[in-house]
């Protein structure tokens, strides 16, 4: 059974940090490419980060770039999204996602920039 669990979202104040982690089972995870994506509300979702199989090669929105860092560790079967210098438009729902033809989701967890 495939299963993408988030952790790591909570309550943090502008300019903070938070570091994101998604756990994988029940498929190959050093296979897949992975993928932070986020939703606000009442927008769409967007693709935040991005990392390749073997972690050689990543990706970020404009938005992000700069503040964000996306990891894997393959042995550890987890990918991580680190967050710093947190804006109150970082709010969202963070979802990660595992691609390779298919895809799989995980079911997100909030993230609350706010003083």
């Known amino acids: 059974q495939v299963q993408l669990v988030e952790s790591g979202g909570g309550l943090v104040q502008p300019g903070g940090s938070l570091r994101l982690s998604c756990a994988a089972s029940g498929f190959t995870f050093s296979s897949y490419g992975m993928r932070w994506y986020r939703q606000a509300p009442e927008k769409e979702r967007e693709l935040v980060a991005a990392?390749?199989?073997?972690?050689?090669?990543?990706n970020y929105a404009p938005s992000v770039k700069g503040r964000f860092t996306i990891s894997r560790n393959n042995g550890k079967n987890t990918v991580y999204l680190q967050m710093n210098s947190l804006k109150p438009e970082d709010t969202a729902v963070y979802y990660c996602?595992?691609?390779?033809?298919?895809?799989?989701w995980g079911q997100g967890t909030q993230v609350t920039v706010s003083s």
């Open positions: 990392i390749s199989s073997t972690g050689d090669d990543t």
């Open positions: 996602n595992a691609v390779r033809g298919t895809s799989y």
